[in-house]
């Protein structure tokens, strides 16, 4: 498959986002136009694009944070956003679905189980010992140790913000996990941590995840295929897919010098055998000078 | 209507999990159905608790028929197989995909939380929170001392060179406290002196003495009334605005960026605001006493027929020069207070968001504490030198 405007998609894919025609406008400032995205099942959607290209909008249109001018939204085979608004019942949807937001967002007056709690004491009527058990396997499975769970928001390191931020996101168990910069502001070993913790996870729990990113390393490292907004529209493939996309913004973001450096990371971790990169002869000199 | 190829995999209302136990001599057989769900698994929580080994020596835990197995079902399968493997039976599990006894592999990472940090008894937290506040406001009112003291110097500074002074900074917080309070300023005082006219006529009129209300106004609103209300007007607009403005500025770390420049804040922030409010606040309560009498007249014309003239004329009577001083003399002083206390909680907001809303709460509360208490002071000090 060669890169293509968004719509390649099509047919007998099962694709559990299809976003068509959207357009997204603040004032007369228009973001998005005619853009199309999809994700198909089970796959890790890296979402990439210079500052101020409509990466988290886009995201917020999806998780109907945000209402957009023009087009549609499916999302699960459930239509939430068209002209004339959508059919889909969002409160049914809003549990088939986590969001991890840039600092987790958690509720700063609640502890880590009360937060994770939160959606599950909401949408379910589990008994509150089977809750509290559930609680505290999310905190496990997001690998926070067991006494952070009566811990405050303030009192926690960013990095365990996010991990806190990932088990509520995954409270019930959702079948699309949607990621806002998640590796934004951890340091290197937090963020190779969270990159390794997401695949596992994904993997272990069959999730469709969405992640807007500007991390290098996490897009090697954890996406099946990249989404560059680019031109207000979506250029969609594997990273080696879009190394050959002749816009100039791709050509930097993915051959420039922190691409290479990251993509040999990446080969190096997989002892040389580059099978999704291929070209990176000359990347480790490129790190060096890097 | 959906035009999609997707399909939904897991239904949107999944079947219900389902749980069969057959007994064939030393075997128990536990056969798993349906959705293990989070939204199904609560209905089978008190059955596997309360599960039976009987006569039993081994168990068969069948996975095969399960449509849906997601970490909480997966959970419960686990924690089964714990409580039956504690009791000393022999457990297996036949059906399960190799992605599901992954699942299953996954949740046995879960550890029990340990009990939540144990608060003191009710009595004792109360006695202890008691001291703790005790405690609190004498650090507050040491580290307000420090803060007055570190102002006081920055004024002097600023006096000795005038140049220091952040002139757009005035006049921009002029404009602020001061032309944009008049509207709410000029109607609240007026209505204060309708409310004094007509509550005073009321009584004085027992006495056949209507014409004293325009003294009762004079006196109440020059001497304490104007200043009051103008004070606490401006406590709770930009005392509190001074709180939030400088707080987001602490959380931004835009006041840590200051000193690393090598800028003083007290000198930026806090001088401007204190020098602004000192101007505005004398001004706004002449308004106010202007404002407050007037009040008091429309209010003697209407329900007392006291005609403009008179009312002018028995003011002139009741009301001395002295009076109006009294009262103006305490504006710089609440000015001062109420924009000490803005600055300083700003300055203590520490770096998260919430501590601005408690701070400027604390800031508003604070300074129309300290402006009626100063407001009494001022009262005896009065009736001590006899004025």
Partial sequence: MSPVDGNGAGGGEDLVIRVQGLRTQFGRHVVHDNLDFSVRRGEVMGLVGGSGTGKSVLLRNIVGLMRPAAGT???????????????ADMALLRKRWGMLFQDGALFSSLTVAQNIEVPLAEHTDLPPALRREICELKVALVGLPPEAAHKVPSELSGGMRKRAGLARALALDPEILFLDEPTAGLDPIGAHQFDALLRDLQSALLLTVVMVTH????????CDRVSVLVD?????GTIAELEREPDPWIQDYFLGPRGRAAASAKDALRGGTSGAHSGTGDAPQDTMQG | MSSTATETVRPAAPSAARLEVGREGE?????????WVTRTVGAQDAALHALEAGGATRVELDLSAVEALDTAGAWLVDRTLGELRRRGLQVEVTGAAPERQALLDKVERRRAAPPPPKRASSLLGLLEELGRGAADVGATAKELTAFLGQ???ALARTAVRPARLRGISLVYHLEKVGLDALPIVGLLAFLIGVVL???GSDQLARF?????TVNLVGVAVLREMGVLITAIIVAGRSGSAFTAQIGTMKVNQEVDAMYTIGLDPVDVLVLPRLLALLIALPLLTFYANVMGLLGGAVMATVVLDIDLLSFVRQLRDAV???TFWVGMIKAPVFAFVIALIGCYEGLKVSSNAESVGLRTTRAVVEAIFLVIVLDALFSIFYSVIGV
């Fill in chain 1, 73 to 87: 939204i499916d999302i699960l085979g459930e239509r939430i956003a068209a002209p004339g608004g959508g059919t």
């Fill in chain 1, 215 to 222: 991390d290098l390393d996490s897009l090697y490292a954890v």
């Fill in chain 1, 232 to 236: 207000k529209r979506v250029k969609v």
């Fill in chain 2, 27 to 35: 075997l128990l057989r536990l056969r798993l159905s349906g959705a």
């Fill in chain 2, 151 to 153: 102002t006081v110097l």
């Fill in chain 2, 197 to 199: 006219a007509y509550q």
């Fill in chain 2, 208 to 212: 056949g003495a209507e014409i004293f």
């Fill in chain 2, 320 to 322: 001395e020069l002295m």
